[in-house]
């Protein structure tokens, strides 16, 4: 069974740059069969599709953060992970990592359990 | 491009079915057949309840079930069990490698 853990500091300055990975277990970074995303939902708001990323290391971006967003794929650590600059109170969030099955590109299988980022002085 | 549109909020009895609307635009769920449904839970991760507008994963009660018309798709809650109270959301691929969701529907059984 595909699982994931994201993992990175709960607390960014503003403007500093937010950093999380993804963990991987249950299945191979390197599989074609998978699209690897990141997902936020800020406190009592609705779901944010960030981005995603697939094993070629082709990745796909929202526009609303395009151009400070950057997903990559770390094959060795079975991992992949998001880094967003530039921020602000906006990006405060619960940041998800999900992944697709089947080569599917926007619906998602399988999430992590979420961690959230504060972004404060 | 917008978000989905769903109603905020939706309810009903136990042992009804309730219906949960979404709507998009020409350039996603109008054209599209990749429309999924999540279930969330407070302080949980959403949970994948349907995708390519109709099919359910395993594990998923046939309780659920998902349809589409023009540019509106639709979620169904038959036999609605105490349980079943969540924020659900619709998703779908936009133009062009783009990823939308609903602003979410608060389903409160009574």
Same mark, same amino acid.
């Given at each position: 069974q595909l699982q994931l853990q994201e993992s990175g500091p709960g607390l960014v300055k503003p403007s500093g740059t937010l950093s999380l990975t993804c963990t991987v277990s249950g299945? =191979? #970074? +390197? =599989? !074609?069969r998978h699209y690897w995303a990141w997902i936020r939902q800020p406190p009592g708001k609705g779901l944010e599709w960030i981005g995603n990323a697939y094993y070629t290391g082709t990745t796909y971006y929202n526009p609303s953060v395009k151009g400070r967003v950057t997903m990559s794929l770390h094959t060795s650590e079975n991992q992949f992970s998001l880094r967003l600059s =530039? &921020? /602000?109170?906006? @990006? /405060?969030a619960v940041y998800y990592c999900a992944s697709s099955e +089947? !080569?599917?590109?926007?619906?998602?299988h399988y999430w992590g359990q979420g961690t959230l980022v504060t972004v404060s002085s | 491009q917008s978000a989905l549109t769903q109603p905020p909020s939706a309810s009903g009895s136990p042992g009804q079915s309730v219906t949960i609307s979404c709507t998009g635009a020409s350039s996603d769920l109008h054209d599209y057949t990749s429309v999924s449904w999540y279930q969330q839970h407070p302080g949980k991760a959403p949970k994948l309840l #349907?995708?390519?507008v109709t099919k359910r994963p395993s !594990? &998923?009660?046939?309780r659920f079930s998902g349809s589409k018309s023009g540019n509106t798709a639709s979620l169904t809650v038959s036999g609605?069990?105490?349980? @079943?109270e969540a924020d659900y959301y619709c998703s779908s691929y936009a133009d062009t490698n783009n990823v939308l969701f609903g602003g979410g529907t608060k389903l409160t059984v009574l």
């Open positions: 299945a =191979s #970074i +390197n =599989s !074609g =530039s &921020v /602000t109170a906006a @990006d /405060t +089947n !080569g599917d590109f926007s619906w998602f | #349907i995708y390519e !594990g &998923v009660p046939d609605l069990q105490a349980e @079943d």
